[in-house]
């Protein structure tokens, strides 16, 4: 490896075993041989920041200024890229993307890119109820004409319970409740599921179910970190997925 990869702010707390996983995946993901060819990492572990589901349902913009000002202090640090290991979050990040000094590695564009190349044909969205209200995940992958397939309400509501799970450190209920339901998303069409909260990656391995069948957030967010850190000026934004998202070379 030549040269120093950049360095990067992490927004984590949300949740921090969540976060945890996040910089672990990283870690993996760093063509490193030494300590010192890893990239510096500037972590703010806020978990004080609102649930952005509640805030979302609610319209409530309670996690905006939290998340704002964790992301300017992590630039002011000394952060060259931002990061932020929560899919609910990136609703309010949107809002104010053009306003960072430095650039953001969007979770929802990076995870897309990710399943698009895994499965041209589409996957099923699992995520808090938040992140599938807001149609954050809808939005950007109707930009690249890609089929996303969203749970009914009361599948739904069992996803989100197993996310509420982890966050409480019941990993093995979580892994049961989110089993059954993917399995039965599975039963209802046989594509991947995106595990697009954080903590669903946590119970999809905790259950045991086949990883090749899943596309993890957290595990694209951690691939396009790695990318971003050590080789910089790739793909940003929906469009710029489009290619992949169609399973394009």
Not at 71 to 94: F, I, K, Q, S, Y
Not at 137 to 142: S, T
């Amino acid at each position: 490896m030549t040269g120093r990869p950049l360095s990067l702010g992490v927004l984590g707390g949300m949740g921090p075993a969540a976060t945890a996983e996040f910089l672990r995946l990283l870690a993996a993901r760093a063509p490193a041989a030494t300590d010192q060819e890893h990239p510096r990492i500037l972590l703010l572990s806020d978990p004080s920041i609102p649930d952005r589901t509640e805030a979302l349902l609610s319209g409530d913009d309670a996690p905006l200024a939290l998340l704002h000002d964790g992301l300017l202090t992590l630039a002011g640090w000394g952060a060259e890229v931002l990061a932020v290991p929560c899919n609910t979050a990136h609703v309010w990040l949107d809002r104010i993307r053009a306003e960072l000094p430095v650039p953001l590695v969007h979770i929802v564009e990076a995870t897309l890119r990710a399943t698009g190349a895994a499965s041209p044909g589409g996957a099923w969205l699992a995520a808090t109820t938040g992140t599938v209200a807001s149609g954050i995940y809808q939005r950007c992958a109707r930009a690249g004409g890609y089929r996303l397939a969203v749970p009914d309400d009361a599948l739904q509501r069992r996803i989100h319970a197993a996310a509420t799970l982890v966050k409480a450190n019941r990993v093995p209920e979580a892994a049961e409740a989110f089993r059954s339901a993917v399995l039965e998303l599975r039963r209802r069409e046989r594509i991947p599921v995106v595990t697009a909260c954080t903590e669903l990656p946590i119970a999809y391995a905790a259950a045991g179910l086949p990883p090749d069948n899943e596309v993890s957030s957290v595990a694209a967010l951690a691939t396009a970190c790695a990318e971003a850190l050590y080789r910089p000026g790739g793909p940003a934004g929906c469009m710029a997925a489009t290619g992949s998202l169609k399973g394009a070379p």
